[in-house]
Structure formats: C-alpha cells, structure tokens
T-cell receptor, first 113, second 112 residues
Framework: DQQVKQNSPSLSVQEGRISILNCDYT??????FLWYKKYPAEGPTFLIS?????DKNEDGRFTVFLNKSAKHLSLHIVPSQPGDSAVYFC????????????FGTGTRLLVSP | DAGVTQSPTHLIKTRGQHVTLRCSPI?????VSWYQQVLGQGPQFIFQ???????GRGNFPDRFSARQFPNYSSELNVNALLLGDSALYLC???????????FGPGTRLTVL
C-alpha cells in the first residue's frame, strides 16, 4: 500500500530552467509534507516542508505547492543548478503523536549545464 | 555543529548473524528514529524513540529492536539476519518527536 507516490523516477532539466517534481498521496489524514534531497553515500537532507493548512511555502529557490483536493504536491526549483542533481523524496506524516515519515520512492533529478 | 553520526559506515554479515548499528543525534535533540532504505525504494520507518522510550514502531518483525540511552544516542539491533535485511539503515534525530527530522549518512548493511 503505497500511500505516497512519486510516479516519475527521473527528470532531466537544463541549468537555469525550472524543475518541477511531483508527488501524490492517498491518506487524507496526513498533516505535514516534506521534501528531502539525497546525494549518493549521504543521508537525506531536509529541504522544505508545508502544513496541510497552507497551499504554498517558499524558501529561496524552492517552492512547495499543496493541492489538498487533488492530494497532490509539487516542488519547484527555480532556477535549477547542476548542484541540484540528486534524488528527491517526498514524505508525509500525521501531526499527532510520534512522527512516522512515509516516503515516496524518489525522483532522480539531473540538471545539465 | 556536528550532524547526526552513524557507525559503522559499512557492514557485511552472513545469514543468521546478529548486528548492532549505532547513532548519535544532533546535540540537544531528544528524539531518534530509524529507517530502512532498500535499493530503489524510499526509506521505511522502523522505530521512533523519545526520552528513552519507544514512541512508535513500523511494520517490522520482532527481530528488529532498538533502545535509546540517557545521552540520547541509540542502537538498532537486528537478530537472525536474512538476505532481505540488506539495506541502508538511516538514523534521524529531531528536537522533539513531532519536529523536523535530520538524517545521518546511514549504515550500509550487506547480508550474504
């Protein structure tokens, strides 16, 4: 039962353009959503999060959009840089009690110069 | 400030053996969570510990156990290793149990 889905295993973008990574979820009880970036041989690095009471959150070049009715969120990176090349994971959890992060399978982003 | 540290970096075991993985959280963080990441998948939640008590458990067999020490470091133990336990084991720490989790580099376990 895959509650968080990232249907695009990979994405290629040119430097300076926008990267859009998508994520769908099935559990309407999720309260918070996060994006992590992972380089090879490193642990996931927290990028940005959004609460279910918001529809947009920005942090520098990164913006996360949440569409609760569609159970869909997306991460926009503008402008994309070669250093952004990594695997991006979408994660979600219910805000009460302990924080059990439920991850998607990841999208590999390649930003070419 | 030091981030989350994990040891060892890599480990090779044979089926049926036991393994202990260690994690030191970011200074001041009281919650530690463990995740298993199999190749091609996202991390899967195993345990969360807060203030030295188990606060949450994922869908893993009883062969998996963990504990948290008074200094908030943690150990993950896996008994009777199976080939399917081969994975990257990630530790994450947070200030409190519902705060943003920050991950360590992981321990790569290979079971032969």
């Amino acid at each position: 039962d895959q509650q968080v889905k990232q249907n695009s295993p990979s994405l290629s973008v040119q430097e300076g353009r926008i990267s859009i990574l998508n994520c769908d979820y099935t559990n309407s009880m999720f309260d918070y959503f996060l994006w992590y970036k992972k380089y090879p041989a490193e642990g996931p690095t927290f990028l940005i999060s959004i609460s279910s009471i918001k529809d947009k959150n920005e942090d520098g070049r990164f913006t996360v959009f949440l569409n609760k009715s569609a159970k869909h969120l997306s991460l926009h990176i503008v402008p994309s840089q070669p250093g952004d090349s990594a695997v991006y994971f979408c994660a979600a959890f219910k805000g009460t009690g302990f924080q059990k992060l439920v991850f998607g399978t990841g999208t590999r982003l390649l930003v070419s110069p | 400030d030091a981030g989350v540290t994990q040891s060892p970096t890599h480990l090779i075991k044979t089926r049926g053996q036991h393994v202990t993985l260690r994690c030191s959280p970011i200074s001041g963080h009281k919650s530690v969570s463990w995740y298993q990441q199999v190749l091609g998948q996202g991390p899967q939640f195993i345990f969360q510990y807060y203030e030295k008590e188990e606060r949450g458990r994922g869908n893993f067999p009883d062969r998996f156990s963990a504990r948290q020490f008074p200094n908030y470091s943690s150990e993950l133990n896996v008994n009777a290793l199976l080939l399917g336990d081969s994975a990257l084991y990630l530790c994450a720490s947070s200030l409190v149990r519902t705060d943003t989790q920050y991950f360590g580099p992981g321990t790569r376990l290979t079971v032969l």
